[in-house]
C-alpha cells in the first residue's frame, strides 16, 4: 500500500470496514440514480411525445376540415411559446430519424392518420425556417403572422432561441419555467391533403433536474442514515477483535488468566475456542516445568544436606569454608532457579499501593545497610500492583546499582497512566549490544558481574519477568556521565 494511501485510510478495522462500505453504498446510490434518470427522462420523452402526437393529430384534422381561409387564423390561435405552429409549402422536419422517440412519434401519427406522409425529427431539415415552412426566423407574431399557401413569405416563427424569448431553453414564465430541464424539441411535419404542410416544433418537458434540493436532500439523509447505521453494524461486528486483542495482552501477562469468552458467531467461537486451547496448553506446559524444576529441587536438596553434614565434620577449616561457600551457592541456585520457574508474580493479586512510599522505604532500608541511595519524585504515587513481587524486581535492581556502580539514584515520574522509575549507578555500565543478553537467565558479564562478587545471573530476568507480570517493562540505557540507567514502566496508575 502507498504511504499516501495509508496517510489518508483509517487506522481502525472498523474505520476500513465502514469506509469500504458507505463507498459501495455511494457508488450504488450513483449509478441508481443515474439509470432512475436516464429510464425517467425516456419515459418524460415517451409522454411528451404522445401528448405532441395527439395534438398534431388533433390540428391536421381541425386544418383539413377548415377552409383555407379560416385555416390560417384558427391555426394562428394554436401557437403558443411551447407548442409552435405553422403552415406552408415546405416541410420542417427530416424524413432520416427512424429510431427512439421520432420513430414512436412517427408510427403514432401515421396510425391515426391514414394516407398522409409525416416527418418526424428533432432537427430542422434542410430548409431550416425558411419563409416557405409558415416557421419563418420573424418576431414574436408567431402565427399570427402565417400565410397560406401561394401567398409568399410570411414573418412566421423561428427555432425558439431566435424568435421568442426564453426558447430554446425554459420560456419566461411558461410551464417550463423555474429550472425545469427542457429536452429535445419535436418537429413535426404533416403532409395535409391540399398540398400545405402543417409543422409543429413542440419541445419535451423532462421536468425538474435531479441535482434539485427536493430530490438531493433525500439522498443526502439517506446516506448519512446508512453511514450511521454502518458504523454501528461494523463496530458490533469488529468487537470480538478487542476482546481478542485484551485476552492476548492479559495472557503474556498471566498465564492462568480467565479464559475467553466462546459467544458470538460461529468463526468467532471457533476462534475463542482455538486461543482457550492454545492457552490451556501454555498453563499445563509451564505447570509441567515448574513441577518439574520443584522436583529436582528437592531431590537435590538431600544429598546437599548431607554434603553439608559431611563438611562439617572437616579438619581443613580452609576447605571445610570453601565447601559451604559452594553449598550455599547451590542452595541460593537452585531456590532462584524455582522461584523463576514459578513465576510468583503472575500468581500473586495485584493491590492499589502508594508506590512512592515503598520506593522511599527501600531506600531508607538501602541507606541503613550502609548502601550508597537516593529518591527524587513525589511523596505519593498510588497504582495497581503485586507488592511482593514489584518490591523484590527493584530490590534487584538497587543491589545491582550499589554492587556494581557504588550508589543508586532513583527518581519517580509520571507519565499519563503509567508510572516511570530510574535507576541510576556510576559504574562501568553494560555495553549496548549485551543489553538484551543480560535479561536471559543465568547470563553475567564477566567484566562486571564476576563469580567472586556473587550472584546466580537469575536478578534481571526475575526484575523483567516480575515487572512484565505488570504489563510494563526494563529498559537499560547509558547515564550522562558515564554509567547504568535502568528504566521501569508501570501500567494502571490511579487518575
Partial sequence: MSPLLKRFLP?????????????????SAATAVVLFDIQRQEALE?????????RVAALVTLAEQLPPEQRQDTLSSQDTANFRVGWGTQPVALDDENFGLTAYVRSALEEGLEGREVKVSTRPGPLGYGPNTGMGRGGGGGGRHMRGPGEGPGPGFGPPSESRPGFGGPPAGGPGGGGRVIGPALRVSVHLKDGSWLNVLAPLDLGDPLWRPRFVAPLIIALVLVTLFALLAVRRATRPFAAFAQAAERLGINVSAPALAETGPREVRQAAQAFNVMQGRITRFVQDRTQMLAAISHDLKTPITRLRLRAEFMEDDDQRAKMLCDLEEMEAMIASTLAFARDDAAREPSIRLDLAAMIQG????MEELGGRCSYDGPQSLVLDARPVALKRALANLMDNAVKYGGSAALSLTSLGQDARITIEDQGPGIPEEARERVFAPFVRLETSRSRETGGTGLGLAVARAAIRAHGGDITLGDRPGG??????TLPGMEK
Fill in 11 to 27: 487506522d481502525s478495522v472498523v474505520g476500513r470496514t465502514a469506509l469500504v462500505l458507505v463507498a459501495a453504498l455511494m457508488i
Fill in 483 to 488: 554509567g547504568l540507567r535502568v528504566t521501569v
Fill in 362 to 365: 527501600m531506600v531508607e532500608d
Fill in 46 to 54: 415517451t409522454i411528451g411525445g404522445r401528448n405532441a402526437a395527439e
